[in-house]
Every structure is written in C-alpha cells, then in structure tokens.
C-alpha cells in the first residue's frame, strides 16, 4: 500500500515537474516519461503481490470534507485492474518520451499525463465516494486536457466537448448511485455500502449507465471514436487500453456490492449480455468501415468492451442460476480479456502511432507496403492483430475460450434461462471473430502490405529505440500470456472469489477443468508453432537447391500495373459493409464520370457514428430549441420586469395567505 | 375621525393619479399624498401630541411634499419632452383596474387580524392599495418619469402602514429609511437626468437594448 | 491415449488427397469422360514439391510464410477430429473452438498472402473470403454447440462417440445440423454453389484467385492443406451422418471412410448438377446456415 | 470592532471622494480594502462584541457573509488598481456600437467602491431588522453608480433597470418589516424590538399569519434583489454592463447580503416553528432560479450575461439548499463561499479577456489559452470549478445538498436539481471551452500580449482558495458553517 501511495505521489510531483520544466524540453521529457517509468514499476511491485495471494492491506484515515475520508485499498480485485494500468502506462511512457520529442506543450502533456496515470491508480484504490469521484473526475479532466491538446483543429476541439460532456453525464450517474448506496449506513465508505433488495434494480441501471459510459457500452460509446483518435497514441493506447477498463472495475464493484445480500435477478445478466452482444457487433461492424486507423482501433475497443461484458453477463447469469462453474468461468473470460485487450489494444495504438509518426497521416487509403519500411513496428503490430482476432497460440485466443468454454457450460445446462443467452454468447463470439477477422486483415493489410499508395509512405523510417522497445515488450506478452494461460488464469481466482462471494478454493475447484483445457490448447499451440518452423525448414531445404526468381505480381494480362490498382481498404470491406449497410448508414458522395470523355470522377464514402448523428444530435438540437423558445421572458422591458414582480407578490399572498 | 379623512384622500389621490394624463398634475398628487402623510402621522397620535411624531411629521412632508416634487419638476423642465403620461394601459381602463385592486385590499385585509385593535379599520386595506396603485402606475406607464412617480406613491402606501400600525419604530431606523427613499428618488433623478442626455426621449419603454431575445 | 486413437489423424494424412481425386472423377464420369487418374493430387503434389519458386517482387516474407502456417494449422487441426466414433489422439473439452480458430489461423494469412501480391484480384478473392468465412463460423461453432448440448460433453471426441445416442432422441434436430454443417463444409472448402475452384476466369474465384502468385512447394502446401480442411471438416459431417458406433474402433473407422468416399462423390455429382451462386446471394446462402443450427439448438432447448 | 468595521470604509470614501491624484487613491483603496480584510480576520480570532445595544452584532451567520464579502473585497480592490490603470481616460469609442463615451470621474468610482463595502458591511452586522432594510437599500444606491461607470446608454440602461426593479423590490420588504413589526407587537400595544434576538427569544408569541405575510414580502423583496427568478430580470443587464470589478463584487458579495436579509427573517421563522413554511417556498424559488439559468445559459451569446445567469443559478442552488434544511443548509452555506469566491473569479478573469478582445460575445473570442495563457487557464479552473466538478469546493456543497435532498426522500427535487446541474454544465461548457480552446486570432495575440501581475493575482489567489476548499475544508470555517446553518435549520 505504501508503495502504491508513493507511486501516485511520485506521479502528481514528477507532472509538476515537467510542467515547471516546460521551457527545456529534454527535462521535461526526463521528469515526466522518467517519474512515470519510476512509479509505474514501483507500483506494479505490490500488485503482483496481491495477485499471486499476498494480503490486502487497507488504510483509513479521516479527511476534512463533507462525507470524505481516505480510505484505499488494494485487494485482488483492484490489483488485477492495477497490473494493466501500471505495465500499459510505464510502457506508454517510454514509447512517448521518443514519440512526442518535439512536440509542442510538452511539460502539459506529461503533467496530464502523469496526473491520468495517477488519478486511474486512485480509482482503483479509492474506497470512499468522495475520494472515488475526485480521482474518477480528475482521469476524467486529465485525459480531457491530453484529448485536446491539439486544439487548432476544430475537430478536435469537437471530439474533446463530446467527451467532457459524456464523462460528465456519466458522473451524474455515479453519483447518485453511491450516494443511493450510501444512505442505509449514512456513510461513503465503500465497506458501508449496501442496497435493499427493492432499490438494487435501479442501482444496477445507474451503474451500468454511469461505468457503462466510461467503458463505452453501446450506445453510450459516442465519445469513444471521437477522443481517442484525437488525443496523442501513447495517451489513446492508455486511454483505450486501460482508463475504459476503469468503467468495467467500478461496474463489477458495484456489482459485487449489490449481489452481496442476494443472488442477483436473471434479467441483470441477460441485460449484460444484451449489451455485451450489441456493443461487440457493432463496434467491429463500425471497425470494419473506418479509413482512420486510430477510429478503426478506437471501435474496436467498443467491440472489445462489449466482449468483456459478455463474460460479465455469464457471471452474473450464473450466480443468479447458481452455476459456480459458469460465474467462474464467465468472470474469468472477462478479466483476463481485461489483460488481453490491454496488452493488445495498447501495442496496436502505439503501432499506429509509429506509423502516423513515420507517415503523417492514418488513412489506411493512403499507407501501403509499410513491412519492408518498418519491420519492427510490421511484425508487432501483425501479432497484435492476430492476438485481437483471438487466434491461437495468442492472448486473445484464451480468454475467448474461457469464455466460449463458460458459453457452452452454460448451453449444456437444462435451464433455458441461462442457455439462450449462452448460446448467444457463443453466435455472437463466432461472429465478432470472423468480422475481427476480417477488420484486422484489412487494417494490416492495407498498411503494411502490397505497394505503397501514396508519397506519404515513400521516406517512412522505423521508429527509434524508445517506441521499438514499448512495441516488442507488449507482442511478447500477448504471446507469453497466450502460451502461460494455465499458470496465469489462477491469479484472477480471488478476484472471481470476491465478485461471487465464493471460497477461492471453490473459484479454483470451477475452474480447474478450464485449466486443464488451457494447458492442453497451450501444448497443442506449441505444437502448432513447431510444426510452422518444420514446414519452414522443409520448404527451405527443398528451395535451397532450386532456382528461386523475382518477378512481378501476377496482373491477369494488364500492361501496367500501378500501386493505384490495388484494392482499396474500402473495397476490401465493401461486401461486408453493404451487408451491414442498414446499420451502418454509410454516407457516398459520388461523382460519378460523365459523357463519352470522362474528367474527374470521384467517390467517397464517410461512415459516422449512427448513435451520434441519429439520436444524441438531434436530441440535443431539440432540447436547445425548446429552452430557446422560453427566452422572450427577457424581453428588456422593464415596466414588464416590475410587473413579473407585482405578480408575484400578489400570487403568494393569495396563494399562501388567502 | 380625521385618519380616516385623510386615509379616503389618499385612496382618492391615488384613483386620480391613475386617471390624470398630465405629468405636472401627476407630480402635485403625489406632492399632495405626501403632505396627507404628514398629517397622518399626527392624526395617528390621538394622545396629545409631542415632540416625536411633529418632528417626523415635518420631515415626511419636507422630503416627499416639497424636495421630490421639486426635483421632479426640475427634471421635467430639463428635459423638453411632451407633457403627456402616454400610458400603455388607457386612463379608463386604469381607473377600472384601480377600483378593482381598492376590492382586492379590501378582500385580503380582511383576512389579515390585526393582533392588536388598529387606529382605523381603513389603514391596512387603503395602503395596501396605494402600494398597489404604485406598482400598477410603474407597470403601465410608459414615461420614466412617471415610473419614478409610481414608486413614489408605492412608497407613500408602505408608508401609510407604516405610520397607522406601527406604534415605535426608534426614530434612527424612521430617519434611516427616508434618507434612503430621498438618495433613491435623488439618484434617480439623476439617471433620468443622464438618459434624457443620452436619449432624446425619456420613454422606459425604449430602453429595452439589453435583452436576451428579439422578436 | 490410446494407439488407435493416431488412426484418425493418420488416415487424413494419407487420404485427404484422394477425396479431391474421387469427386473430379466423378464429375468427369458424370460428364461421360474418363477423367484424371484417382490419384492425380498425389501426382500433382509431387511435382509440385519438385518445382523451384517465382516471388513478386511486391511481396515480403508474410506471402512466403503463410502456406506453411496454413498448412501448419491444418496438421494440428488434424490432432483435434475424430474419425467416425474413433477418438482423436488429443481430446480435451473446448477443442471444438481450437479446431474452428485453427482454421481461422490458416484462413487469415492465406489473406494476408493475398494481399501482400497488391494485385486487385487476390484482393478481391481476399475480400470474398473473408466475408464469407465470417457468416460461416457463427453456423459452424452453433452446430457444434448444438451437438455439444446434445450429446452433453465439450470434446469433439466424446461428441462423436455419443452421436448415434442423439439419432434416436432428437432426429429432426440432428438432420438440420447436418445441413447446416454440409453448407459450412461446402464454403470452407470453396466448392460449388460458393465458388468454383475450376473456373478460368479470376473474377468469378474466391480461394484460387488468393492463391493465383503461389507456386512450387508452397502450391503444394496450400494444395495438401485444402485437401487437409476437405477431409476434416467432412469427418465432422460423416461423424453425424454415419452414425456407426459398434464399438469396434476398426469397424467404426471404415464406416466413416467410406462415408467420407460417398459424400466426395455426392459432392462430385452435386458439382456437376448445379451452378455457382451469384456471390451476392452467398450470404443469405450463410445466414441460412447460420439460422439452421440455431433451429436445431432451440429444438434441443425443449 | 465592529464600528471599525463600518466607520473604515466609510471615512475611506470620503477621504477618496476629495482625493485630487490618481495613484494615491488607488493605494487609498487597497490600503482600506487590506485593513477591513485585517479587522474581519481579527473577528476570527476574537469575537466582536454586541454594540448599540445589540443593533450591531456578528454572529456566525454575518462573520461567515461579512468574511466572504471582506476577502471579495480585498481582491477586486488589487485587481481595480490594475483595472483602473488599464482603462484610458478621456472619451474613447465604444466597441459595440462605436459611439463615443467617457468614464465617470474615478473619485467618484473608488468612493461609491468603499461605500458599497461599508453598506455590505452594515448587512452583515445589523441585528435591528429596519437598520437591514437601511443597509441594503443602502448598497443599491452605492452601487448604482459603478455600474454606470463606462457611461454610455446601454450601462445607462443596466442601471436604470437595476434601481429602479431593486427600489420596487426593497420598498416591499419595507413593508414586509412593517408586517413584522405588526406580528410582534401584542395585544396591549407593546412590541417585541425588532432585535433578531429578541425576536427568537420570544417567538413562539410572533402572531404567525402576520409573520408568514412578512416571509413573504422579504422573499419577494430581497429576493428581487438576491436575483431569484422571476425577479432576477435586472441581473444580467447589470452584470453584462458594470465594470467587472464591479460585477465580481455583485455577483460575489452583494447577493448573498441579500440573502442573509431573507435567512434572518427565516432564522425568526425556524423559532416560531414556522420552518417548514419558508422551506417550501424556497425550494421552489431555487429550482426555478436553476430552471430560469438553463433556458438562458444554454447557447448564451454573451459570456458576461452567461456568468450572470450562472450567478442566478447557484443563488437557486443556495435557496434550494436552504430550504431542503438540515444538511443541506450547510451544503448551502458552504456554496455560498465556494460561488462567492469562483463567480468573482471568473468576473475578473472575463475583465481581462474583455480588455483584450475587445468583445462580450462568445463568437468573438477564441484561443484565450494562447493569447492569454494565464487567464486562459484561469478561465478553464473557473469553468470546472463553477460547474461543480471535482476536486473543487463547488463539487463539495453541491454533492452534500444532492444527498440531502434524496436522504429526505425529495427524489423529484433531487433528480430535477442534476438534471438542470448537467444542462448549465453542457451550456457553460460548449461556450467556454470555444473561446478558451482554437488557434488565437492575430489582433488578440498583439493587444495581450501582457497581462499586468495585479489582473491576474488576485483570480489566480481565488482559485487557489476554490481549489483548496475543494480539498481541505479548515476545522474554523467548518464551525462557523455549522453554527450558520443551525441558525436557518
């Protein structure tokens, strides 16, 4: 706990510092990448320490605030969400010492970044309402300020508004939810918490609307797109990697709460599910048809929220039908998959950074031909695309099979209750697969594969040291946690215990044929792995002899193949995007060529969110209009103004008096 | 006997005030209700009078029966305007409403027990309505000026309560309060002063620039 | 393990070319030709592996690894499928997504391949498959739920032995999941009304077109690989269909054998009677798939 | 002491009043503004003793209002210095319209300034009811005159608007206390002094239907002045047009003098036990006040009105808290600091983006971040802090009088009190962050390309304090909000 503290402490002291640094950038750099590099392995110490069993250590102590109190505590449940916020940030923080070198404001962006840092570690500790919301509002700021630190494009002033105002909502609804929590013992304490079986209905929407917005359930994902993208890739890999897991900790918080007294009723998981299902189609649907790399990667990570929640609603499903091995399972699949998405969304936005640094720009239409430039940043970000389409040996492949594994425990029961949502569990799995699948092999594809197709790729360099190392660390974890999933997956046990109410013996009795199942898929994934390098060795042998020629790419008979002839990322997508079409709404601009001798000819397809143009836009031009309409009460007439106050002075005499 | 004379003058000075269209006749009523004030406050101490009430009585009739008429009219001659009240609500129909609001008081008054027996059964519904003539003039005439004389007689009406129920009121807080009415009717007359500099007319009704909606 | 239990794995190996061989005669027969030698992808396997090798220019190390991954892939594969009621040599409960995210492997660098050529047409081919590839895994994992439910164990393996139980309980439901699988097992090994692995014409291709600027071994490897993905994902169907289960691993095997011959014929015969789809109907094609065996695990549910 | 409260500023006036040169006045007006500052902290530490037979007294309620107002004070005289040697004397043209105008004479300025602190000061300290109504009157004249200060018609306007509403307002609190006289008087004709501790003492005699009559005549006649909707319509005129120092000093100091004119009729209500009758009502004063700021917060073309209505708002807030009681009475009384001390900020902050821009309208300004990079940051602080995020004090009084209201069961009250929060904050936010945020256009960057120390210290000393309070609520302050907030039940 201590450590932990001085990590926070360390983080704010070395943001100051950069900020006060800000006129020589390299001590900028130095306090604010270093101070964070510093903490984040300080901190990372006692979070394993927890993980692997060590004892929760709290500590409380009274502070002069209505209702506050400093209270934290770093339990298993917290450590598990604290691994990825320290490993994810550290390693942001060296990747952006080398990316964001001269950079303007740099002493401002390691100051809010720092603070971001700090403030999630906070979240996770806090155990009081008033210190929870500060630390949760100050992510919240921080990250806004990072989000809009480019602020000359009036895009991205537009991305930070949308999600100052979403955070903001969404705290409304924290709020009340823990002040609804708070009221049978009078206390904000966390430990004091407790809801009455009629109000833990209305305690589970508010939560699930309030973390639901930070996490990007869908449709309360508007801000997601838009300020990820925008804010630098250190910070998006941060952000999306780990601040929006930060929506899923406080959800399972709450819910380890609010199942304390009861088993929760049925209809919370299948809502979870529901929203798990909707989040995850939708968010690869909309990955599949972005052109910016960053927004392809920023819905992803709605698509990939939606799949933790999944696991989630399988929890909670079987503690409501009292299946221990299908909550077992369910949590499981969703915290690992927290892990997972860490290692994997973070190294793939550091890659996309790499390649936005090297290029300028991140419309995938213009990128092409990038492995043979950067072969470092190629091949990592090849592995995390693999690891996210869940494909074994790798990360992503294990906790989609735990969380398949909880699917079909829960299709095998008699219980219809549990199994249709099951069973939705594993089409919708199926489905995001393939459409990650197919979303992934367009993004790398397009960028690294084939000929360039533009100028901007022609003097793209690797990336330094600095970024290379962030990248690899994390493809080696994606693949270690993919191969060590049997030793790994224990970890979370009391995690799961705490959020199931369940002896961790019991948690780890569930899930020991899940164990089984992993060391088995990891041996045969090894197996997989050797027999690649025999064949490789194989088809080495039998070319080492033989005549081997470079030529053109097969062209079908046209004289002159250019880069431009390839097939776009647009048209890659075309068949499922058409299929999709009905929720995608994509908007084409075309111009189509005209006449026997045809000029320009262009066509364009842009595809923005549906929530944000078809719900929230219209419904705030709607609320705007309605409010103006009330205006003429300031008609500037004063003899008017003195009657509003005749009138009401006689209205209350007579209403009160009469 | 002679308070409530002199309470039916002022209800009747405020109906006429309601129902005259200039503003110099405007500003002799409420130089008149001034003076009728001063004469209440007499008329209120039946026993025997010292020195006390005379002195307020003096006071009152100074400020509002002498020095306000005579800033008024100073401030009507500066500005060469139209002697007109130029009412946005019709003398007839003010007259109309005014009677109304005499009913009204007189409803609600009766509502109101007075804890302790009153010098007249009068006071509490004709200052009423005088205050609420005042308002009635400030919200339906339209000449600054006019506005100011609406305040006035809204005043003279709290006054009217004023002196009726209250037995003591320390003669500081009696004293406090008119010097505040004075400053305020002084520093009025001095803004209407400045618009009528700024402005070529002083109708309140045209100082409506700073709004938050346009028609 | 048992020794037997590699009889599966090692009949594959052996005889997954032949089926190729089995449904072109058949389609020559059918045709009243003679048609190429049963074991003509044995012999055209041979050469190829005899062959040296052209690379694009374009292309990196991705389109020169990918057929040995692909092929990698579907080895393991092999190790999962159980041949008739013959267990597989490793069964564990939830090989079933192994296997199906295996061919997932080989599905996803045979397009990155693709698109490492730059040329439109690979990435057209590329697109199709992905695309469709993407409406058949739903189809394909539900099937296998639905037996999973049926038979109430989570391993191929088990799966299996116990289908011939399944027939006598829930017939209708099982018939619908053998349709839904034979759809799934007609995409994934691209054959006819999905695509048409002997067209000439690469617009029209989904799998050959990705696989135009391969040549040589790693031909060869992609060529053994598909034959591979024919033979298993056809023991998946044949396990279903052929419901032998004497007990006799010997006896139940050649059953499935046999059966795995009969459907290469049948599909032969379906080849040389129906045309290809027009691609914009493959989906609903799919989705039908897809609505198929979730019909059959709602039948379960009762 | 408390002579010296009330003799201070108004010798200082006069002293101004015949002043001849500038600087030293100027120095007049700090040095005043530092003693009384001095005098009210010395109140801290030794409670001042009841004077004029108890007229004049400073209990909790009145020290924690005559602090606020002191500390206001204190600030916007430091900033008035650099204000006044900003502001050119002479005619100069007016940037809306063009015309040419001058400012009133700054003798007159910095003694209506010292006035107006002696007349808020009176506020605070009076216990004898009529000598309240003096004070407060009082301030509406004194101020008058410093929202006339650019004298040009449409500040003309503003003030003829504010006298002229504010008179009517407080004319019928006048009569309210006659009423009030009236419900302590007995029935032999002997009445209670109208002393607020004689009053409490001796409550339980008041006559109720003449006392309620009272409430009601004090809140609409205060309230008129405190800007509770619907009869706030002076406020924002006045506000928009008076010289931000001096609009800093209205929306910080003046509007809660006017509340505290309310509470201590409310504080004689609570001892009748006649509490819940004023509750009620001020409930539905505040969320109408909060629902009236929204309709003209959202989409507000001129950020001075903007922080004016915002000022309207969170006089709601305070109402509201007050009369949910209980909690939230202390939530109210601690907001009344955390508004006080935020709104004046982002007063002086607006001064400076005006003086550079040259614009109220929002459309206007862009890039203050750049062009002015401290006031741009100020102007952000302000923002999150006047919208109650954490971790400033606003988050703090707010949450406590949101939990209040659901702990008392007032679930409608509660979710209407967030929801209107949550507009004021999407309409405060889209405004500020636009002219905070964008590239600084090129005549901006040149005219502020200095910020004078006095500008910007004394805003940045308030959101030190803001931020501070939003962290560390001191044991003192805490004491003094209690025993205010039990005073108003």
């Given at each position: 706990m201590v450590l932990l503290l001085i990590a926070v402490a360390l983080l704010v002291a070395s943001g100051i510092a950069a900020l006060l640094a800000q006129a020589v950038p390299r001590w900028c750099t130095r306090c604010g990448a270093g101070g964070a590099m510093v903490a984040c392995t300080l901190g990372l110490v006692p979070s394993v320490r927890v993980l692997l069993g060590g004892s929760v250590e709290s500590l409380h102590r009274a502070w002069?605030?209505?209702?506050?109190a400093f209270f934290v505590e770093a339990d298993a449940l917290s450590a598990v969400f604290l691994l990825p916020i320290f490993a994810l940030s550290g390693l942001a923080a060296v990747y952006g010492a080398e990316y964001s070198?001269?950079?303007?404001?740099l002493g401002t962006s390691w100051f809010f970044f720092n603070l971001l840092v700090g403030s999630m570690v906070m979240v996770v500790l806090a155990r009081n309402a008033v210190l929870f919301l500060m630390a949760w509002e100050v992510m919240a700021l921080a990250s806004f300020f990072l989000v809009t630190?480019?602020?000359?494009q009036a895009s991205v002033r537009q991305a930070g508004w949308t999600y100052l105002i979403a955070m903001h909502l969404g705290t409304a609804f924290v709020l009340a939810l823990f002040i609804l929590l708070g009221r049978p013992a009078g206390s904000l304490d966390f430990d004091r918490f407790a809801s009455s079986s009629t109000s833990a209905g209305l305690l589970f929407l508010l939560a699930v609307i309030g973390f639901g917005t930070k996490a990007g359930f869908v449709p309360l994902h508007v801000w997601l797109p838009e300020a990820h993208p925008a804010a630098p890739s250190h910070v998006s890999a941060v952000m999306s990697g780990v601040m929006i897991k930060t929506g899923i900790y406080g959800l399972l918080r709450v819910l380890a709460v609010l199942t304390a007294s009861a088993a929760p009723p049925v209809w919370w998981g299948w809502l979870l599910v529901a929203i798990g299902v909707t989040s995850g189609v939708y968010g690869i649907v909309f990955a599949l048809a972005q052109r910016d790399l960053k927004r392809l990667l920023a819905y992803s990570s709605v698509e990939n929220i939606g799949i933790i929640t999944l696991g989630i609603g399988i929890g909670v499903l079987g503690m409501s039908t009292g299946r221990a091995t299908l909550s077992a399972l369910g949590f499981a699949g969703a915290l690992l998959h927290v892990w997972n998405h860490a290692a994997f969304k973070g190294l793939l936005f550091l890659g996309a950074g790499s390649v936005a640094h090297a290029?300028?720009?991140?419309?995938?239409?213009?990128?092409?031909?990038?492995l043979t430039r950067m072969p470092w940043t190629g091949v990592t970000f090849l592995i995390g695309a693999l690891a996210i389409c869940g494909l074994?040996?790798?990360?992503g492949f294990v906790s989609e099979l735990l969380l398949y594994l909880a699917a079909l425990d829960g299709a095998t029961v008699p219980a219809a209750a549990a199994a249709v949502p099951a069973l939705g569990v594993i089409a919708a799995l199926a489905l995001i697969g393939g459409l990650a699948a197919a979303a992934f092999t367009k993004a790398f594809g397009t960028v690294f594969?084939?000929?360039?197709?533009?100028?901007?790729?022609?003097h793209a360099h690797e990336s330094g040291p600095a970024m290379r190392v962030a990248l690899i660390v994390l493809a080696t974890a994606c693949g270690l946690i993919g191969m060590l999933s049997p030793l790994i997956v224990p970890c979370v046990g009391s995690a799961i215990a705490a959020l199931s109410h369940d002896s961790s013996a019991s948690v780890h009795a569930e899930m020991a044929t899940a164990v089984g199942t992993l060391r088995t898929s990891a041996l045969v994934g090894g197996g997989f792995l050797a027999l690649v390098g025999l064949v490789v060795l194989a088809r080495r042998r039998l070319l080492s002899a033989r005549s081997v020629e470079a030529a053109g790419t097969?062209?079908?008979?046209?004289a002159q193949p250019t880069a431009r002839m390839q097939y776009t990322a647009a048209s890659f997508a075309q068949p499922l995007t058409t299929l999709f079409g009905g929720l995608l709404r994509t908007q084409r601009d075309v111009d189509a060529p005209r006449g026997w001798f045809p000029r320009a000819a262009s066509f364009a397809t842009t595809t923005p969110d549906v929530c944000g143009q078809h719900a929230y836009t219209p419904l705030f031009a709607a609320i705007g209009r309605g409010l103006g309409a009330?205006?003429?009460?300031?008609?500037?007439?004063v003899h008017l103004y003195v009657l509003y106050i005749a009138l009401t002075l006689l209205v209350l005499l007579v209403w009160r008096l009469g | 006997m002679w308070t409530d004379t002199l309470l039916v003058f002022l209800a009747l000075s405020s109906l006429l005030l309601l129902g005259s269209s200039r503003l110099t006749r405007c500003i002799r009523i409420v130089a008149f209700q001034g003076v009728v004030l001063g004469a209440l406050t007499l008329a209120v101490h039946r026993d025997g009078l010292s020195v006390r009430p005379l002195l307020l009585a003096v006071a009152i009739v100074g400020i509002k029966g002498v020095a306000f008429p005579w800033v008024l009219s100073r401030v009507l001659r500066a500005?060469?305007?139209?002697?007109?009240?130029?009412?946005?609500?019709?003398y007839n129909v003010s007259l109309v409403v005014g009677a109304l609001t005499l009913g009204l008081s007189f409803w609600w008054s009766a509502r109101l027990p007075l804890p302790m027996p009153p010098v007249s059964s009068l006071i509490v519904p004709i200052a009423f309505f005088t205050t609420l003539a005042g308002l009635f003039v400030i919200v339906s005439r339209r000449k600054a000026l006019t506005q100011v004389l609406g305040y006035l007689v809204l005043e003279n009406g709290i006054y009217a309560i004023g002196i009726g129920l209250?037995?003591?009121?320390?003669m500081v807080v009696e004293l406090g309060v008119l010097l505040d009415v004075f400053v305020a009717v002084f520093v009025m007359g001095i803004a209407i002063f400045h618009i009528n500099r700024e402005f070529d007319h002083i109708d309140a009704d045209r100082l409506a620039v700073l709004r938050d909606w346009s028609a | 393990m048992a020794v037997v239990s590699f009889l599966p794995p090692l009949l594959a190996l052996a005889g997954a070319p032949l089926l190729l061989g089995v449904i072109n005669r058949t389609k020559a027969v059918v045709a009243g030709r003679i048609g190429q030698p049963l074991l003509q992808v044995y012999f055209d396997l041979a050469k190829l592996l005899r062959k040296g090798a052209v690379y694009s220019r374009?292309?990196?190390?991705i389109f020169r690894a990918a057929p040995c991954v692909g092929l990698a892939a579907m080895l393991s594969a092999a190790t999962l499928v159980p041949l008739g009621g013959g267990a597989a040599p490793v069964a564990f409960a939830g090989d079933l997504v192994l296997f199906a995210y295996l061919l997932g492997v080989s599905r996803v660098f045979t397009v990155l391949a693709a698109l490492d050529t730059g040329s439109s047409f690979e990435g057209m081919g590329a697109s199709r498959e992905v695309t469709f590839s993407a409406l058949a895994e739903p189809a394909l994992l539900l099937a296998l739920a639905a037996l999973a439910r049926q038979?109430?164990?989570?391993s191929l393996s088990a799966m299996y032995a116990r289908i011939g139980v399944g027939w006598t309980t829930a017939a209708p439901a099982f018939a619908l999941l053998a349709g839904a699988l034979l759809l799934v097992f007609l995409t994934e090994n691209s054959?006819?009304?999905?695509?048409?692995?002997?067209?000439?014409l690469e617009l029209t291709m989904i799998h050959e077109v990705m696989v135009l600027d391969h040549g040589g071994p790693d031909l060869a490897c992609i060529l053994y690989g598909s034959a591979l993905k024919l033979w298993l994902l056809g023991a998946l169907l044949v396990g279903i269909l052929v419901p032998?289960?004497?007990?006799?691993a010997g006896l139940d095997v050649a059953a499935a054998v046999g059966g795995l011959l009969t459907l290469a014929m049948l599909i032969g015969l379906i080849e040389s009677s129906m045309a290809r789809l027009r691609l914009t109907r493959v989906p609903q094609f799919l989705v039908g798939a897809g609505v198929m065996s979730a019909v059959a695990l709602l039948l379960t549910l009762r | 002491m408390i002579l010296a409260l009330l003799a201070l500023p108004t010798a200082a006036a006069l002293a101004a009043y015949f002043m001849r040169a500038d600087a030293p006045r100027r120095w007049l007006l700090v040095l005043a503004a530092v003693l009384h500052a001095a005098l009210t902290a010395a109140t801290w530490v030794t409670r001042a003793a009841p004077v004029a037979s108890g007229w004049l007294a400073l209990d909790a309620p009145g020290q924690l209002f005559l602090s606020i107002t002191s500390v206001l004070f204190l600030m916007a005289a430091g900033y008035g210095v650099g204000y006044l040697r900003r502001e050119h004397r002479g005619a100069r043209t007016d940037f809306v319209e063009g015309l040419l105008f001058a400012n009133a004479p700054e003798a007159t300025f910095t003694a209506c300034l010292l006035l107006f602190l002696a007349a808020m000061t009176l506020v605070c300290v009076s216990h004898r009811f009529g000598l309240l109504w003096v004070g407060i009157e009082a301030t509406t004249l004194t101020s008058a005159p410093l929202i006339y200060f650019h004298r040009h018609h449409r500040s003309l306007e503003a003030t003829w608007k504010y006298l002229m509403i504010c008179s009517v307002g407080i004319a019928l609190a006048l009569l309210g206390n006659f009423f009030l006289t009236v419900a302590a008087s007995n029935a032999d004709g002997t009445v209670v002094p109208l002393i607020l501790e004689d009053l409490v003492r001796s409550?339980?005699?008041?006559?109720v239907l003449w006392l309620r009559a009272a409430f009601l005549l004090f809140l609409v006649g205060y309230g008129t002045k405190m800007g509770?909707?619907?009869?706030?319509?002076?406020l924002p005129d006045a506000h928009s047009e008076a010289p931000s120092v001096v609009s800093a000093l209205l929306s910080g100091a003046l509007l809660n003098c006017a509340f505290l004119g309310i509470l201590r009729l409310q504080q004689v209500c609570v001892a009748a036990g006649e509490a819940a009758f004023g509750q009620e009502l001020l409930v539905g004063f505040g969320l109408l006040s909060m629902a009236v700021a929204a309709v003209f917060v959202l989409?507000?073309?001129d950020y001075k009105r903007m922080l004016a209505y915002s000022s309207v708002e969170h006089m709601g807030i305070l109402t509201l808290g007050v009369g949910l009681g209980g909690a939230a009475t202390f939530g109210a009384m601690l907001h009344a600091v955390n508004h006080s001390l935020t709104k004046a900020m982002l007063f002086l902050v607006a001064g400076n983006i005006l003086a550079t821009y040259?614009?109220?309208?929002?459309?206007?300004?862009?890039g203050v971040l750049r062009a002015l990079p401290v006031s741009g940051l100020l102007w952000l602080t302000g923002l999150f802090a006047i919208t109650g995020s954490?971790?400033?004090?606003a988050f703090l009084s707010e949450l406590t009088i949101f939990k209040a209201a659901l702990d008392h069961g007032r679930v409608v009250v509660a979710i209407a009190y967030l929801v209107l929060l949550a507009l004021i904050f999407v309409g405060m936010a889209t405004a500020m962050l636009q002219m905070a945020q964008g590239p600084a256009d090129a005549p901006a960057r040149r005219r502020g390309d200095t910020e004078p120390w006095l500008t910007i210290a004394p805003p940045a000393v308030l959101a030190a304090v803001v931020l501070g309070l939003g962290l560390y609520v001191p044991d003192a302050v805490r004491q003094v909000l209690e025993h205010a907030a039990r005073a108003f039940g």
């Open positions: 002069a605030v209505p209702y506050g070198r001269g950079q303007r404001r630190l480019d602020d000359e290029t300028g720009t991140r419309d995938v239409e213009e990128l092409g031909g990038l074994p040996p790798l990360n594969l084939g000929e360039p197709r533009s100028g901007a790729v022609a097969w062209d079908c008979g046209y009330l205006r003429w009460l300031q008609h500037g007439e | 500005g060469e305007v139209r002697r007109e009240v130029e009412p946005f609500i019709s209250v037995a003591e009121t320390p | 374009t292309t990196t190390w038979t109430g164990s989570l054959r006819i009304p999905i695509d048409d692995p002997t067209t000439h032998i289960r004497s007990g006799s | 409550a339980s005699r008041l006559h509770l909707a619907p009869l706030h319509t002076w989409g507000q073309p040259q614009s109220k309208s929002t459309a206007d300004v862009r954490p971790p400033f004090g």
